[in-house]
């Protein structure tokens, strides 16, 4: 099963070239979900979730919906090794799987995380403070597109966040029975030099760079339970856009 969306839907820039202008900030989700069933939550990266809001977000959504949710920052960047962080994180997804509408974690490491003995044991150890619950890791160094890598993932029960993102290998993997693929857009100018965070995902895709992934995204589902495909080239709603084209070449593919 493929399921197509974006990373995050609170964007204040959305309003006019998506939502409508007179349409209230707690509607947006609703609105959202009547036309994707998928939505991968990313404010989890910057504050704790709580159960309360992550039941709320579940209400708003029809019984088919999958959220993922972005891990925090004190769990991929932090990395302290600190467990009570990890429980808590867990205890607030339980809404979401009581509901029948959790997906996976994505576990997003920086640059900084560079492919050596102690990130490898931290991996390890990520898992088993997770438990069961699937997991796709997302890694910014280019050190980690190995073999070894990928063996790693598979003994420990990771998946592979496959990306499309300026200077990165556009590597098409599968470690678990979940697929996951995130387009960040190709915005090389900005990517490591802008003033405002948004501007490297100021991106607009041609309809050409989709297909190149399309017969990618069919193989690695033919391999996964889920497989997962978000548009993170969020500025001016161009995400949406991204999605939109990504669900019809898709399904022409079928």
């Given amino acids: 099963m493929i399921y197509i ?6 964007y204040a820039d959305w309003v006019g070239p998506y939502y409508p202008e007179d349409l209230p900030k707690e509607a947006w989700l609703a609105f959202y979900a009547e036309e ?17 809001a992550l039941a709320g977000m ?14 925090t920052q004190e769990m991929t960047h932090g990395r302290e090794g600190e467990p009570s962080i990890f429980t808590e994180f867990k205890n607030a997804l339980t809404p979401l799987r009581d509901a029948n509408k959790f997906g996976g974690i994505l576990a997003q490491f920086p640059n900084s995380f560079r492919a050596n003995e102690d990130s490898r044991n931290y991996l390890k150890w990520m ?18 597109l190995t073999e070894e890598t990928y063996s790693l993932l598979r003994e420990n029960n990771l998946g592979f966040c496959c990306v499309d993102e300026p200077y990165f290998p556009r590597v098409a993997e599968i470690t678990s029975s979940i697929a996951y693929v995130r387009f960040h857009g190709r915005n090389y100018k900005k990517w490591w030099k802008h003033d405002q965070a948004y501007e490297r995902y100021d991106y607009t895709y041609p309809v050409e760079e989709l297909e190149e992934w399309t017969p990618k995204i069919q193989q690695m589902d033919a391999m996964a339970e889920n497989t997962f495909v978000f548009a993170n ?13 990504l669900k019809m070449l898709l399904t022409n593919a079928t």
């Avoid at 969306?5 to 609170?10: D, I, L, M």
């Avoid at 994707?36 to 309360?52: G, S």
């Avoid at 898992?127 to 980690?144: G, T």
């Avoid at 080239?233 to 084209?245: L, M, S, V, W």
Wanted: hydrophobic share 35%.
């Fill in 36 to 52: 994707f069933h998928t939505l991968e939550i990313n404010f989890t990266y910057y504050r704790m979730p709580t159960a309360r």
């Fill in 233 to 245: 080239n969020h500025y001016q709603a161009q995400g949406i856009e991204t999605a939109r084209q």
């Fill in 127 to 144: 898992r088993e403070q997770l438990d069961d619950l699937p997991v796709v890791v997302e890694f910014r160094n280019k050190e980690w």
């Fill in 58 to 71: 579940a209400r708003k959504v029809p019984d088919d919906f999958l959220f993922t949710v972005k891990a």
């Fill in 5 to 10: 969306g974006t990373s995050g839907f609170q």
